[in-house]
């Protein structure tokens, strides 16, 4: 038997990567894009050298030739995907009048336009075989938009519907879409460098008050292992001090 597959697309150095090493620990081999796959090589060394199954890939979510040449190689080479995690970013803040044509329709092709790409191509995969989970990431804003956020907004917020419809159609198919709502700050460098620009020291913030990377992980693998009689469509998680 080969172990299952996962494909994480967005699999940055935080969130992304606490991903890959939850799902190599459970057993699955891990397949990882990001923009620069060339950046992966060491998180692929550590899970290899840890005795998981780990590779990487250079994807950009913007171009359909990209993500569907990087499906059908994972299939090809790996077997079929059972869980695809989308977790692409675009996460910038712009007053409405800064904002170019460019900087919001990049944002959109990243964050929503992406998404889309992917849902579709894992729906393509996994629907034949009537089994399969497709995972998106989302944020505060995929629920409200916020002063300065008119662009990742309209796009997470877009991605949030499109993961919605995907559910309704494909649920019924057995595959088990899900969209993730992080409603806090995690604990990465951008998150930290955002919070002293703003003035603060993010090390004398309370303990627990930024997501820990490997809890947006652990809620991706409590998802894909939720029975069918009762999936989840929407989870959310935030910090137990978060004012929500």
Known sequence: ????????????????????????????????????????????????????????????????????????RVENDHGPVDV??????????????????????????????????????????????????????????SMRGGDGYAAFASAKAGLRNAAQSMARELGPQNIHVAHLVID???DTAFVRDRIRQAGGDPDSLPQDMLIDPKSVAEAYWTLHHQSRDAWTFEMDIRPFREVW
Do not use: H, Q
Request: proline share 3%.
């Open 184 to 186: 806090g700050g995690v």
């Open 1 to 72: 038997m080969t172990a299952p597959v996962a494909l994480i697309i967005g699999a940055g150095d935080y969130i992304g990567a606490a991903i890959a090493r939850r799902f190599a620990a459970g057993g699955f081999t891990v397949c990882m894009a990001r923009r620069n796959g060339d950046k992966l090589a060491p998180l692929v060394e550590e899970i290899t050298v840890s005795g998981g199954k780990a590779y990487g890939y250079s994807m950009d979510t913007r171009e359909e030739d990209s993500v569907c040449e990087i499906f059908a």
């Open 84 to 141: 695809m995690i989308f977790n692409v970013g675009g996460n910038v803040r712009f007053p409405i009048r800064d904002t170019t044509e460019r900087v919001f329709r990049k944002v959109w092709l990243m964050a929503c336009y992406g998404g889309f790409l992917a849902g579709r191509e894992a729906a393509r995969y996994m629907v034949p075989r009537n089994r399969g989970s497709i995972f998106f990431t989302g944020a505060t804003a």
